[in-house]
């Protein structure tokens, strides 16, 4: 479900949902008293009875080619997470639902369940609307996915487990009504969670309709509600949560006198250490631990739900996406949400990420630069394996009297081609109806609710159709690497502990602003995590830009070190390695001995909001401070020049590569004031001979490809308002044996080595070309 994107919308910051329950939940409980087959209403009954034992024809799935494209419906037109009353006229209604889904060109629906509903006694299940919507599906040759929610739990739990409470700082317990449910690191917590998902498993695994899951929608460390009567609640300090921290400590540090020397404390007993809650002039190493933590310890709460679903299905794929990519403006430091993706990404088979770029009112709808950055982000923090689109918005957004822009047949078809240009493998369109329900009541759906179709259901579903019809390439088919890396830090907001005074967010729009820098060039990127360089082969790339980087580990700082030594080009903004992950000082700047590599050592600072920089024929402008130098080896040359005739940036020959440092931040003010065509973006191709585009084209034409064993794919997106003439050459690995456009149908003569297109795109759309080998 919707969440928004934090560096804009404020109420949406610490938030996941809250909902009201309607009364047809009540409904639920009294009318279907069935255990897990249908015996009983006679709603239940009809059900069975029509549903068709006939046997099920999925053509698709043969060989892995099915592609999903769903839209969200869970029988009826009830919200996410709540359930519409079973009654006679059910099956009709959502039968009719079905192929109306179906006839629109979809091939799957996403439902859901709530463990509050679905368990609202211990051990008594309800999920008779899932095995209703399982055997509906398969009878119209639908598959489907299945969302498990466990952020709303039911109040067995909490009379069971009155241990079991979220607690902030104070450790005070945090009533549940019916969200934020219960702490999982409460063991019968855990228990209870896991048993509810295998529970789940145990009914859809037999389900010839059965595609797979979701078992986390937005992973959040408090998920569906905001304690807002709580100043600065972090969580979770219940003793289950302290205890788990103690045991990962134990871990990292082995003994107590190793702690003691990195808190700068003095415990006795390991009983004693407990997460900070609150900052000193100290030290906040103790700090970094806690969030750190925090962001391995959501890992492994998904890791350890993926584990209870494949001890009963093992067959079926399992996913779970985030609210938005992290390195788009989420942190450690996130007293709610504090998940890395990269580290999330490993729990379960496809990781992925909500998409509404129109959530709520026209002021926050993102610009195209930060649509094309969600892309990319997501591809990039998935390590190129594929991600699942968990939530993509399919109608204008709402929030109360706040009322979104429309959302468009133009806009659904340029966000679902450019996630899956960038190797989504499967989209989920949030939600078939408009929500009935909550401060949302009328917004995202893909129809009317009263059931009509809309010009833009008819549109997606022919999108789907076609992503169908080629999924035997695009399921094969990866992005064109990129030959350009933005280093992200997620440690890097964590810097200054509880008492940072600064943006959190600074690094986030460095990599931001260099981005746009390149994707205006139509220069592919790639943005990786630092904690992660060991498992990138780094030399692949012939850029390696490493923005904002006050704080760096050693690890990091050996690895890109060894980067250049190997040949590559590395452009580092101000003070690199100024503190580590301890938030210590290095003794001097650039630190970790990358004064070696860069040729000079920082001499003092000039704070500033804007800086002048001239950079042989070019000036641009840049922000924070201005780092000036004293040159330890005369190997360095000045490339740039501050305002007052300083040098700004020194280029250095290490051992086989070459290293640019720039003494303040470019990338953070082009996210701020940005320049069309920024002139570094073009220095720094030139520099490290990265390969262009053969494309002729309007500005607001964007080229992205994908390449396989046995094909290709050119898509050209054209953002801007009128048609695009567009030219286009690249040279072949095989000969192509066909050629043709998949939005038109129009195919050309396969040429021998080279392709070469030319074509209008028309405004507000894509122009997609399949090249088979």
Request: glycine share 8%.
């Given at each position: 479900?919707?969440?928004?994107?934090?560096?804009?919308?404020?109420?949406?910051?610490?938030?996941?949902?809250?909902l009201?329950?309607?009364?047809?939940?009540?409904?639920?409980?009294?009318?279907?008293?069935?255990?897990?087959?249908?015996?009983?209403?006679?709603?239940?009954?009809?059900?069975?009875?029509?549903?068709?034992?006939?046997?099920?024809?999925?053509?698709?799935?043969?060989?892995?080619?099915?592609?999903?494209?769903?839209?969200?419906?869970?029988?009826?037109?009830?919200?996410?997470?709540?359930?519409?009353?079973?009654?006679?006229?059910?099956?009709?209604?959502?039968?009719?639902?079905?192929?109306?889904?179906?006839?629109?060109?979809?091939?799957?629906?996403?439902?859901?369940?709530?463990?509050?509903?679905?368990?609202?006694?211990?051990?008594?299940?309800?999920?008779?609307?899932?095995?209703?919507?399982?055997?509906?599906?398969?009878?119209?040759?639908?598959?489907?996915?299945?969302?498990?929610?466990?952020?709303?739990?039911?109040?067995?739990?909490?009379?069971?487990?009155?241990?079991?409470?979220?607690?902030?700082q104070?450790?005070?317990?945090?009533?549940?009504?019916?969200?934020?449910?219960?702490?999982?690191?409460?063991?019968?917590?855990r228990?209870?969670?896991?048993?509810?998902?295998?529970?789940?498993?145990?009914?859809?695994?037999?389900?010839?309709?059965?595609?797979g899951w979701?078992?986390?929608?937005?992973?959040?460390?408090?998920?569906?509600?905001?304690?807002?009567?709580?100043?600065?609640?972090?969580?979770?300090?219940?003793?289950?949560?302290?205890?788990?921290?103690r045991?990962?400590?134990?871990?990292?540090?082995?003994?107590?006198d190793?702690?003691?020397?990195?808190?700068?404390?003095?415990?006795?007993?390991?009983?004693?250490?407990?997460?900070?809650?609150?900052?000193?002039?100290?030290?906040?190493?103790?700090?970094?631990?806690?969030?750190?933590?925090?962001?391995?310890?959501?890992?492994?709460?998904?890791?350890?739900?993926?584990?209870?679903?494949?001890a009963i299905?093992?067959?079926?794929?399992?996913?779970?996406?985030?609210?938005?990519?992290?390195?788009?403006?989420?942190?450690?430091?996130?007293?709610?949400?504090?998940?890395?993706?990269?580290?999330?990404?490993?729990?379960?088979?496809?990781?992925?990420?909500?998409?509404?770029?129109?959530?709520?009112?026209?002021?926050?709808?993102?610009?195209?630069?930060?649509?094309?950055?969600?892309?990319?982000?997501?591809?990039?923090?998935?390590?190129?394996?594929?991600?699942?689109?968990?939530?993509?918005?399919?109608?204008?957004?709402?929030?109360?009297?706040?009322?979104?822009?429309?959302?468009?047949?133009?806009?659904?078809?340029?966000?679902?081609?450019?996630?899956?240009?960038?190797?989504?493998?499967?989209?989920?369109?949030y939600?078939?109806?408009?929500?009935?329900?909550?401060?949302?009541?009328?917004?995202?759906?893909?129809?009317?609710?009263?059931?009509?179709?809309?010009?833009?259901?008819?549109?997606?579903?022919e999108?789907?159709?076609?992503?169908q019809?080629?999924?035997?390439?695009?399921?094969?088919?990866?992005?064109?690497?990129?030959?350009?890396?933005?280093?992200?830090?997620?440690?890097?907001?964590?810097?200054?502990?509880?008492?940072?005074?600064?943006?959190?967010?600074?690094?986030?729009?460095?990599?931001?602003g260099?981005?746009?820098?390149?994707?205006?060039?139509?220069?592919?990127?790639?943005?990786?995590?630092?904690?992660?360089?060991a498992?990138?082969?780094?030399?692949?790339?012939?850029?390696?830009?490493?923005?904002?980087?006050?704080?760096?580990?050693?690890?990091?700082?050996?690895?890109?070190?060894r980067?250049v030594?190997?040949?590559?080009?590395?452009?580092?903004?101000?003070?690199?390695g100024?503190?580590?992950?301890?938030?210590?000082?290095?003794?001097?700047?650039?630190?970790f001995?990358?004064?070696?590599?860069?040729g000079?050592?920082e001499?003092?600072?000039?704070?500033?909001?804007?800086?002048?920089?001239?950079?042989?024929?070019?000036?641009?402008?840049?922000?924070?401070?201005?780092?000036?130098?004293?040159?330890?080896?005369?190997?360095?040359?000045v490339?740039?020049?501050?305002?007052?005739?300083?040098?700004?940036?020194?280029?250095?020959?290490?051992?086989?590569?070459?290293?640019?440092?720039?003494?303040?931040?470019?990338?953070?003010?082009?996210?701020?004031?940005?320049?069309?065509?920024?002139p570094?973006?073009?220095?720094?191709?030139?520099?490290?001979?990265l390969?262009?585009?053969?494309?002729?084209?309007?500005?607001?034409?964007?080229?992205?490809?994908?390449?396989?064993?046995?094909?290709?794919?050119?898509?050209?997106?054209?953002?801007s308002?009128?048609?695009a003439?567009?030219?286009?050459?690249?040279?072949?690995?095989?000969?192509a044996?066909?050629?043709?456009?998949?939005?038109?149908?129009q195919?050309?003569?396969?040429?021998?080595?080279?392709?070469?297109?030319?074509?209008?795109?028309?405004?507000?759309?894509?122009?997609?070309?399949?090249?088979?080998?």
């Amino acid at each position: 479900m919707p969440r928004g994107d934090r560096s804009t919308i404020a109420l949406h910051i610490h938030m996941k949902r809250l909902l009201v329950k309607s009364s047809l939940l009540l409904a639920i409980f009294c009318l279907l008293s069935l255990e897990r087959t249908i015996t009983v209403s006679s709603a239940g009954n009809l059900l069975q009875d029509q549903a068709s034992s006939a046997p099920s024809v999925y053509p698709h799935d043969r060989h892995n080619l099915f592609f999903p494209v769903s839209v969200w419906y869970s029988g009826g037109k009830a919200r996410a997470p709540m359930l519409e009353t079973i009654t006679q006229e059910s099956p009709r209604l959502w039968k009719e639902d079905l192929l109306k889904i179906k006839d629109l060109g979809f091939n799957t629906v996403r439902t859901w369940v709530e463990w509050n509903v679905g368990e609202p006694e211990e051990g008594k299940y309800h999920l008779e609307n899932l095995d209703f919507l399982l055997r509906l599906a398969d009878e119209v040759g639908l598959r489907v996915i299945v969302q498990v929610y466990v952020d709303s739990a039911p109040e067995w739990v909490g009379k069971k487990y009155p241990d079991g409470h979220y607690a902030a700082q104070d450790e005070q317990p945090i009533p549940s009504q019916a969200a934020p449910g219960y702490c999982f690191d409460h063991r019968g917590v855990r228990k209870a969670v896991l048993a509810f998902f295998q529970e789940v498993a145990r009914h859809v695994v037999a389900s010839h309709a059965f595609y797979g899951w979701d078992l986390w929608s937005e992973p959040a460390a408090l998920n569906w509600a905001r304690v807002g009567y709580k100043s600065e609640a972090m969580f979770c300090y219940c003793p289950s949560s302290m205890e788990r921290f103690r045991l990962w400590l134990k871990n990292k540090y082995g003994t107590l006198d190793q702690l003691n020397e990195a808190w700068h404390r003095t415990f006795t007993d390991w009983s004693q250490v407990e997460p900070p809650r609150y900052g000193t002039i100290l030290t906040y190493t103790d700090f970094m631990d806690w969030r750190v933590y925090y962001g391995y310890k959501l890992a492994e709460d998904l890791k350890m739900r993926n584990e209870a679903v494949k001890a009963i299905d093992s067959v079926h794929v399992t996913t779970s996406h985030a609210p938005n990519p992290s390195p788009l403006v989420r942190t450690l430091a996130d007293p709610y949400d504090p998940t890395d993706d990269y580290v999330m990404k490993d729990s379960v088979d496809f990781f992925g990420t909500s998409f509404y770029p129109k959530l709520t009112a026209p002021e926050y709808n993102w610009t195209l630069e930060r649509r094309v950055l969600a892309m990319d982000l997501t591809s990039s923090m998935t390590g190129g394996r594929g991600f699942y689109v968990g939530e993509l918005q399919a109608g204008y957004g709402v929030h109360g009297t706040a009322i979104g822009t429309p959302v468009t047949s133009n806009d659904l078809e340029l966000w679902t081609w450019g996630m899956v240009s960038r190797g989504a493998r499967a989209i989920n369109y949030y939600s078939f109806y408009p929500m009935n329900a909550g401060y949302e009541s009328g917004g995202y759906g893909m129809i009317n609710l009263d059931g009509t179709l809309t010009e833009r259901s008819r549109h997606a579903g022919e999108v789907a159709r076609l992503i169908q019809q080629n999924a035997d390439l695009l399921l094969q088919s990866h992005p064109q690497p990129a030959e350009v890396a933005i280093i992200f830090s997620p440690l890097t907001p964590l810097l200054g502990g509880y008492d940072e005074e600064s943006s959190r967010t600074a690094i986030h729009k460095a990599v931001a602003g260099y981005h746009r820098m390149f994707f205006e060039r139509n220069i592919p990127v790639d943005v990786l995590s630092s904690r992660e360089l060991a498992k990138d082969d780094l030399q692949r790339y012939k850029l390696v830009i490493v923005p904002y980087p006050l704080m760096m580990t050693g690890e990091e700082a050996s690895l890109l070190k060894r980067y250049v030594a190997d040949g590559g080009h590395m452009f580092v903004e101000a003070r690199p390695g100024w503190v580590d992950e301890r938030g210590h000082a290095e003794a001097k700047v650039p630190g970790f001995g990358w004064d070696e590599m860069l040729g000079v050592r920082e001499k003092q600072l000039l704070p500033g909001k804007e800086f002048d920089v001239k950079w042989g024929d070019f000036h641009f402008k840049a922000t924070g401070f201005q780092e000036q130098f004293e040159v330890e080896n005369q190997s360095a040359r000045v490339v740039a020049l501050a305002g007052d005739g300083t040098p700004i940036a020194y280029e250095n020959r290490y051992k086989s590569g070459t290293a640019i440092l720039f003494g303040s931040f470019a990338g953070e003010e082009n996210y701020q004031r940005p320049v069309a065509e920024h002139p570094l973006a073009g220095l720094l191709s030139n520099w490290a001979e990265l390969s262009k585009p053969n494309l002729t084209a309007p500005p607001m034409v964007e080229l992205r490809e994908m390449h396989a064993p046995n094909g290709r794919l050119v898509f050209f997106f054209n953002h801007s308002d009128k048609p695009a003439a567009v030219a286009f050459q690249r040279a072949l690995e095989k000969p192509a044996t066909r050629v043709q456009e998949i939005m038109s149908g129009q195919r050309i003569v396969p040429p021998a080595q080279t392709v070469q297109i030319r074509t209008e795109v028309p405004a507000q759309s894509v122009r997609i070309y399949r090249i088979d080998f």
